[in-house]
């Protein structure tokens, strides 16, 4: 059981947005910045977004990040067939048990 | 731009201690903590624990009591150590190098690059 919950799948057609959610708590999402990383079939992860906004060198403008309070959202517009992979999210956790901790992961369909 | 490459053994016996050697290339490894994070067959990413140039070690509590990581900056290289492996220990390990930045009272957290991930498999 992860310490943040993403919904397991989400789907759209070509073309169309697409958002995921990252649920925490006060003690992580609530208080800290989060990460995205998106990790293409047979591919180690890439930072995707981080500090809850930014994209990093390269990444396109169709990929976006927002957090409101203990809840975090990925939104990728303008959807093509190479952006299917899994997504997860990433904060610290500064709770009891401090560390970092990801999401269970997202897989995308684009159908 | 920094590059990280995992090394070791694909198999190791039950019970035995799983060694990784993460190397750093066209940077350095001083300034920067550097993380591993591990993901079992079919299921997400796990965090294993980070290590900052200095020697300073933040490990996952569920892992804490059987993982030790270590740094040499001489050498540019990072390591992981995880005793008394079970199955289910069997996963893809990555490296990365790792960022947690107070920031007021909140923390910046982000993994980046990663290495392309070994894969360890615990079988006798």
């Known amino acids: 059981q992860s310490v943040l919950t993403q919904p397991p799948s989400v789907s759209a057609a070509p073309g169309q947005k697409v958002t995921i959610s990252c649920s925490g708590s006060s003690s992580n999402i609530g208080n800290n910045y989060v990460s995205w990383y998106q990790q293409l079939p047979g591919a180690a992860p890439k930072l995707l977004i981080y500090?809850?906004?930014k994209r990093p060198s390269g990444i396109p403008d169709r990929f976006s990040g927002s957090k409101s309070g203990t809840s975090a959202t990925l939104g990728i517009t303008g959807l093509q067939t190479g952006d299917e992979a899994d997504y997860y999210c990433e904060t610290w956790d500064s709770g009891l048990s401090a560390g970092r901790v990801f999401g269970g992961g997202t897989k995308l369909t684009v159908l | 731009q920094v590059q990280l490459q995992e090394s070791g053994p694909g198999l190791v016996k039950p019970s035995g201690t799983l060694s990784l050697i993460c190397g750093v290339s066209a940077g350095t490894i001083s300034s920067n903590w550097w993380s591993w994070v591990r993901q079992s067959p079919g299921k997400g990413l796990e965090w294993i624990g980070e290590i900052y140039y200095s020697g300073t070690t933040k490990y996952n509590p569920s892992l804490k009591s059987r993982v030790t990581i270590s740094i040499d900056e001489s050498k540019n290289q990072f390591s992981l150590r995880l005793s008394s492996v079970t199955a289910a220990d069997t996963a893809i390990y990555y490296c990365a190098r790792s960022a947690h930045v107070l920031v007021g009272t909140a923390i910046m957290s982000w993994l980046d690059p990663w290495g392309q991930g070994i894969r360890v498999t615990v079988s006798s």
């Open positions: 500090d809850n906004t």
